[in-house]
């Protein structure tokens, strides 16, 4: 069984910063693509970063700039450095990860609420 566990969400006032972290447990190998989700309320989930075993990174144009993915597949862990927080990025965000195999895993959610 293979889990997924976040943390590193709270409440942080705009142009703040925070820092989440996810970690993969369990037998899960050849991880191709880890990616932050968010999902705000009332609204449909969506990517925000995603990053490949290869090191590319792609980000939703709304964050690019101020975000930050990073990754080490050795350990299984996949961060996002959120910069200048702004109250649109309210949400509750998620980690997935994706094999080579087609299997995908999904966090439990962590929420980042910014708001003075």
């Known amino acids: 069984q293979v889990q997924l566990v976040e943390s590193g969400g709270g409440l942080v006032q705009p142009g703040g910063s925070l820092r989440l972290s996810c970690a993969a447990f369990?037998?899960?190998?050849?991880?191709?693509?880890m990616a932050w989700y968010r999902q705000a309320p009332g609204r449909q989930r969506e990517l925000v970063a995603e990053?490949?075993?290869?090191?590319?990174?792609n980000y939703v144009d709304s964050v690019k700039g101020r975000f930050t993915i990073s990754s080490d597949n050795a350990k299984k862990t996949v961060s996002l450095q959120m910069n200048s927080l702004q109250p649109e990025d309210t949400a509750v965000y998620y980690c997935?990860?994706?094999?080579?195999?087609?299997?995908?895993?999904w966090g439990q959610g962590t929420q980042v609420t910014v708001s003075s």
């Open positions: 369990g037998s899960i190998f050849a991880i191709n693509v």
């Open positions: 997935k990860m994706r094999t080579s195999f087609w299997q995908t895993y």
């Open positions: 990053i490949t075993s290869a090191g590319t990174t």
